[in-house]
């Protein structure tokens, strides 16, 4: 399989500070970019960089866009893959799949994005089907984690670590939590998401209880609603 199908194509950039996260991960995140700045003169004294981080938690919650946001802020191209995409039904064609790209992105020097972590980083024996196969190659995923080179970043992510393989997220130096927003925080991203458009189409019904991926989709549907109207009223008088 080429490797150009399995990457994502996706060459957004994303300003951090339009990322929305607690104060917690805001803060961990930010350390993360700054050792990543500092990297050579870090390892002159012979401190480690962290680069293995794990994202988990609530899907549509920004974990993606924190990944595309941290490669924008190093300058640094990012290789993304959903996992759920690759698994072959060969389990020795994914391993060999899922190591092209962990060196792509070694020799690049890109943020190496791995999306779905839980589609073949389940716990060892935890499925009857195939399990040698599963876990050959959960083993192979550690290794390329483990000899992943210090001044490359791997991100991941998963809405289902509680079924990963403990050995593997052991391999993570970094955790970061996503969690449903909360009604001020959605209302927070309400405010940044509308303020583009004019104060007639910002009066919107909003919804409270999602994501922040599903609040967009609610807050532009409504948006091009209210526009449609305006628009189908003015032809009407027009008429």
Avoid: W
Wanted: hydrophobic share 40%; charged share 25%.
């Amino acid at each position: 399989m080429n490797l150009y199908n399995l990457i994502i194509q996706d060459k957004e950039q994303v300003n951090f500070n339009d990322v929305f996260l607690n104060e917690a991960s805001k803060k961990i995140l930010i350390q993360l970019i700054k050792e990543h700045t500092y990297v050579k003169e870090l390892q002159e004294y012979g401190l480690p960089v962290n680069n293995k981080i794990l994202l988990q938690g609530s899907s549509g919650c920004g974990k993606t866009m924190t990944a595309k946001a941290i490669a924008t802020a190093l300058g640094k191209s990012i290789i993304i893959l959903n996992l759920s995409n690759i698994v072959s039904s060969r389990i020795g064609e994914t391993s060999q799949n899922i190591k092209m790209i962990f060196d792509k992105a070694a020799r690049e020097r890109s943020v190496l994005f791995l999306d779905e972590l839980d589609q073949i980083g389940k716990a060892r024996g935890s499925d009857d089907k195939d399990v040698g196969e599963m876990r050959r190659l959960v083993n192979t995923l550690i290794q390329l984690i483990d000899y992943y080179p210090d001044n490359a970043l791997l991100l991941c992510a998963t809405n289902h670590p509680e079924i990963i393989d403990s050995a593997l997220l052991r391999r993570f130096q970094l955790k970061v939590h996503y969690e449903m927003p909360s009604a001020e925080f959605l209302d927070t991203y309400y405010d940044q998401l509308l303020k583009q458009f004019p104060e007639e189409l910002q009066n919107i019904e909003r919804k409270y209880s999602v994501s922040f991926a599903e609040a967009r989709d609610h807050a532009l549907t409504a948006v091009k609603a209210t526009l449609i109207k305006t628009l189908e009223a003015k032809e009407t008088i027009g008429s």
